[in-house]
């Protein structure tokens, strides 16, 4: 790896690590406004809007550009949304704003790897930046919990400049101060990122044709064999990683009896447990033998079902560790396929806003689900094994889809076989 390669590995560590901070300063304020419990995952579904919204657009917009410039522009975005929480906008909307950010960064995140690296180092990349973004949620996860509650919160709110009064009165607004400079670091990496010099055609700029593009790149990679399971399965992932990441945090605290700021390191152990698997699965699994790995989906979705038999936290630990490890060694190779396929099918950027808008529609989805079934006054017991059986259910669905695209590749080559 060049150090091209590691510039961007810091850039999207600090960003990664402000907006799951973040996220938890967020869903404290919503605590302290006293909002309803189902808001909650709403602030994550505002998150990943524009991702879906704007997803015909930003591929466009992230070939048009050198990738680092276009990073740069994202994180001063996301600036503006973590302001916009400061100055008292409510939670739900300044959030979004950031997600804004997000969803522009993204595709050019992804992209730049495709024009960086040849296709061999593709896994080994992904569970590189896979892994460092999983362990910027863990940090984040924590650091969140921690801004807000606790002693880090006491001591920023004690930091004193002579002569200067800064208005900041509460543990929020000390900790969205932490959090800005945080995205002002990633944002001086970004400009640091190296111009590849991979130049795409014109990028078209009216919307009717950019949506039609979007559409054509869209059905494209759903038609291609490999490209359609391993995005069934990065869409299922990550819908339901999003989802989990509230359940444990709401399991913690009810079933675990929990605090808030205990609650956050606990949902930090699914994401060491995917740091753990991203990076086996780097070490372990080609990109050639990348769907051997797709059982693993089923088997995650059982022990998830076995967190409403924990109420110890000498269990939920290791346990929570193990769903994530589950989690990162069968993602990573998907990932990396599903990249490979986009670039040899399109243009790199387009193919990140392909998987983007997929796998964001799942965790609108299943958000929207989670936010529905916590309105109804479901129990967290039930919730947990709907979830379990959901996720394991379309994992058998996505593995007997695999083998049938076998079966018909193999008769196919049977057939070439005889005219010859």
Not at 158 to 181: H, K, Q, R, W, Y
Not at 197 to 210: D, F, S, T
Not at 258 to 274: F, N
């Amino acid at each position: 790896m060049n150090r091209g390669f590691y510039t961007i590995m810091a850039a999207q560590f600090f960003s990664s690590l402000a907006d799951n901070a973040l996220l938890f300063v967020a869903i404290d304020l919503l605590i302290s406004m006293k909002s309803p419990a189902w808001l909650t995952p709403l602030l994550k579904l505002s998150f990943v809007l524009f991702y879906v919204l704007l997803a015909a657009f930003v591929g466009a917009f992230s070939d048009a550009l050198p990738k680092g410039r276009v990073m740069f522009i994202a994180n001063m975005i996301k600036i503006l949304g973590c302001a916009m929480i400061f100055f008292h906008v409510h939670p739900l909307l300044a959030y979004a704003v950031v997600g804004f950010g997000a969803a522009v960064y993204s595709p050019a995140k992804y992209g730049i790897l495709t024009e960086l690296l040849p296709a061999e180092k593709l896994v080994a990349a992904n569970g590189w930046i896979e892994g460092l973004t999983v362990t910027s949620i863990i940090l984040g996860t924590v650091m969140g919990g921690a801004l807000v509650t606790g002693r880090l919160s006491t001591m920023l709110l004690n930091i004193d400049i002579p002569l200067i009064d800064t208005g900041i009165d509460t543990s929020t607004e000390a900790a969205l101060c932490v959090l800005g400079l945080t995205y002002v670091l990633a944002a001086i990496f970004n400009l640091r990122i190296p111009d590849t010099g991979c130049v795409y055609p014109h990028q078209e700029r009216n919307p009717i044709k950019l949506v039609v593009d979007f559409s054509n790149c869209f059905t494209l990679l759903w038609k291609d064999k490999l490209g359609q399971i391993s995005l069934a399965v990065t869409t299922l992932f990550w819908g339901a990683g999003a989802t989990l990441q509230l359940i444990v945090l709401e399991w913690a605290q009810k079933s675990l009896g929990m605090r808030y700021d205990q609650a956050t390191s606990l949902v930090g152990m699914v994401a060491i447990g995917i740091a753990i698997g991203a990076v086996l699965s780097a070490r372990f699994v080609t990109l050639r033998k990348s769907l051997s790995v797709i059982p693993l989906g089923i088997l995650m979705g059982v022990i998830v079902m076995g967190m409403t038999l924990v109420y110890s936290t000498w269990i939920a630990y290791p346990l929570l560790v193990l769903i994530g490890a589950i989690g990162g060694f069968f993602v990573v190779p998907m990932n990396a396929l599903l990249q490979h396929r986009g670039h040899v099918l399109m243009s790199a950027g387009h193919s990140i806003a392909v998987q983007n808008f997929n796998e964001n529609l799942s965790i609108l989805t299943m958000l929207a689900l989670y936010s529905l079934m916590i309105r109804l006054h479901l129990g967290l017991n039930t919730i947990i094994i709907l979830f379990g059986l959901f996720m394991a259910g379309i994992m058998v669905c996505i593995m007997q889809m695999h083998k049938a695209n076998q079966r018909e590749h193999d008769s196919l080559a049977l057939i070439g076989e005889a005219k010859h």
